[in-house]
């Protein structure tokens, strides 16, 4: 698939997510509740599911079904965002024939997850675009000399020899914030949902700044005839989050040694801004992002507040020393603006 020997820059020239993924793509249309709908808890309308191409006639049913309810108002007036997730969840997780396969075989259910913010392509950090050539080039050298500095903390291991020992040393780099070549993903899918909700509504694109659209990943791996790139990496002391994240991996490094691999069934969920409908049609670009922004926010506040009822907090996905001394920290922070207003109302000045 790309020239020998294997390396990040020729694998990243060479990368199309069709190679390694068979995509099905779900979109979960919101806007703005309308003002004359009857008051509920909620700031958005869930309008409908839009499914891509190839889908089964099963699937292609079930979420006609959802469709219906949603049109024929026949669920509850307090029935959220969280509440649809669910239900995907339950049917990809279960039903043995969801798969887009055309010809219609049985195949196994949707059992690993991964959240993400926003629709970015499904890459390994190292092969991201914001990432420069150089690092792809040099990641050896500094994963190496990285080794050499902190002997206790990393061993190095060459792409071919150890897969194993090594996929447990990138993973602490990952840890640690390095583009590896290993992509996260989790066997519960509402540690996925977490991970999903906790990054920013807004991101900036060629300079410009647009919505989010946070995107939620079905996997399916069958332990049966595991797929090449899958990769259960041992748990160990120095990266705890593995655990607390019910983690695993997609490596990528284990395509050195091979020239073509079995392609992973996925299910692609996007959340996506219905503006055809809504009110905001006629404001400014700048107002309109704002509105927009708002109503996103609403929904992933809304869908947090959700998971802590299920016992689901970020706090524990990161249980590493650093990471909950942070959380303390926020936990107990005074807000330095409120704490301003408050000392002004009672006539101080700042010193």
Known sequence: MWSEPFNYIDLFKDYEVSNYFNIVDIAIKYTIRPEDALLDSKDYKIKG?????????????????????????????DWQMFYLFKELFQYFSTNKQTSN???????????????????????????????????????????SDFSKKYPNELQYFEISEKSVEREQQLSLLQHYGLATSLLDI?????????????GDVEIEINERKTLAIPTFYFFEINMNDTPLLFSEVRRSDKNKRLSAQRGAFLNFDKLANQSSIKSINVIKLTMEFEEKSSSIQQLEDCEKLERKKECLKSIQKEMIEKLKEFYYFEEDLYPDFEKQIGYLINKYKVNEKKAKLNLNSFGFEEL
């Not at 006639?57 to 309810?69: D, H, P, Q």
């Not at 059992?111 to 040099?138: M, W």
């Not at 989790?186 to 906790?198: D, Q, S």
Request: aromatic share 12%; no cysteine; hydrophobic share 30%.
């Open 49 to 77: 599911l839009e499914i891509g191409q190839n889908v089964t006639e099963e699937l292609s049913e079930f979420i006609e079904i959802i469709n219906k309810g949603l049109s024929q108002n026949k669920y509850p007036s």
């Open 101 to 143: 396969r055309l010809k219609g075989e049985t195949s196994n259910r949707y059992n690993y997850f991964r959240g993400q913010s926003h629709d970015f392509e499904l890459r390994p950090g190292i092969l991201r675009e914001n990432i420069k050539n150089e690092y792809r080039e040099n990641f050896e050298k500094i994963y």
């Open 186 to 198: 989790t066997a519960n899918p509402f540690i996925g949902l977490l991970f999903m909700l906790t």
